[in-house]
């Protein structure tokens, strides 16, 4: 079985429904929990996933392993290892490999919100798994990618955020929201968050109405990546 590794930022922002999925698919998944004192590997083996978190992909001063997480992936891209950042992880590639990402103009993105396909989505080995589009998917962050790197190809859009997917190289992928979030992680989220009870419960209950529709579209996206480490 091939090895994955996976950096996870914080405890509340872990794998999700990805860690049955690419199981499933074949991989096994490494977790490196820097928050937690554990080391970032200086190679990533099979593969490469980082998950997403409350940091600032900026913040090094506060979350000390940030600089050597984005010089793993710089590598991995460079070395063509299948690489995949979500969210934190999506803005860590970014700027690793000289793109931009600032705070978001547009205010906070979250809840389950639509992604639209981009042209160059219907030949990309992840995105061609995926049904028609446009696809709905779980959203939380107020960081937005603003440039990307040179030759990025972009694949997805949204209304709020331009900048939602993109391939870098030919094995090298940035989603900026949460396929793997659960509708029971999303609630962990808005949980300790300063927002008006109300809104939370309305967001909440709109994840989970729409989970179904989050597993069908995002489970072939996962096995598409595993397919991109187990294929060698």
Same mark, same amino acid.
């Given at each position: 079985?091939?090895?994955?590794?996976?950096? *996870?930022?914080? &405890?509340? @922002? =872990?794998?999700?429904?990805?860690?049955?999925?690419?199981?499933?698919?074949?991989?096994?998944? *490494?977790?490196?929990? #820097?928050?937690?004192?554990?080391?970032?590997? /200086?190679?990533?083996?099979? =593969?490469?996933?980082?998950?997403?978190?409350? &940091?600032? !992909?900026?913040?090094? /001063? =506060?979350?000390?392993?940030?600089?050597?997480?984005?010089?793993?992936?710089?590598?991995?891209?460079?070395?063509?290892?299948?690489?995949?950042?979500?969210?934190?992880?999506?803005?860590?590639?970014?700027?690793?490999?000289? +793109?931009?990402?600032?705070? %978001?103009?547009?205010?906070?993105?979250?809840?389950? +919100?639509?992604?639209?396909?981009?042209? *160059? &989505?219907?030949?990309?080995?992840?995105?061609?798994?995926?049904?028609?589009?446009?696809?709905?998917?779980?959203?939380?962050?107020?960081?937005?990618?603003?440039?990307?790197?040179?030759?990025?190809?972009?694949?997805?859009?949204?209304?709020?955020? #331009?900048?939602? !997917?993109?391939?870098?190289?030919?094995?090298?992928?940035?989603?900026?929201?949460?396929?793997?979030?659960?509708? =029971?992680?999303? @609630?962990?989220?808005? %949980?300790?968050?300063?927002?008006?009870?109300?809104?939370? @419960?309305?967001?909440?209950?709109?994840?989970?109405?729409?989970?179904? *529709?989050? /597993?069908?579209?995002?489970?072939?996206? !996962?096995?598409?990546?595993?397919?991109?480490?187990?294929?060698?």
């Amino acid at each position: 079985m091939r090895e994955l590794i996976v950096i *996870e930022h914080e &405890a509340e @922002a =872990g794998l999700g429904f990805f860690a049955g999925w690419l199981e499933g698919a074949g991989v096994r998944c *490494e977790v490196v929990r #820097p928050y937690k004192g554990e080391p970032v590997p /200086e190679r990533a083996g099979d =593969g490469l996933l980082v998950l997403g978190g409350a &940091a600032s !992909a900026w913040d090094d /001063e =506060g979350y000390g392993w940030l600089p050597a997480t984005r010089a793993l992936m710089a590598r991995s891209v460079e070395s063509g290892v299948p690489a995949l950042g979500i969210c934190l992880g999506a803005q860590l590639m970014t700027i690793a490999c000289g +793109g931009t990402v600032e705070r %978001g103009a547009a205010g906070l993105e979250i809840g389950a +919100g639509a992604i639209e396909p981009l042209p *160059e &989505a219907a030949d990309d080995p992840l995105f061609a798994a995926l049904p028609a589009g446009p696809w709905r998917a779980v959203q939380y962050h107020y960081d937005a990618m603003t440039a990307l790197p040179a030759g990025a190809v972009r694949l997805a859009t949204g209304s709020q955020y #331009p900048n939602q !997917a993109y391939r870098l190289g030919e094995r090298a992928w940035a989603v900026q929201f949460h396929p793997e979030a659960s509708a =029971g992680i999303f @609630a962990s989220w808005t %949980g300790t968050s300063d927002m008006d009870p109300l809104r939370v @419960a309305e967001l909440d209950a709109r994840v989970r109405e729409a989970e179904p *529709e989050l /597993e069908a579209t995002w489970r072939p996206f !996962a096995e598409a990546f595993a397919a991109q480490v187990t294929s060698g």
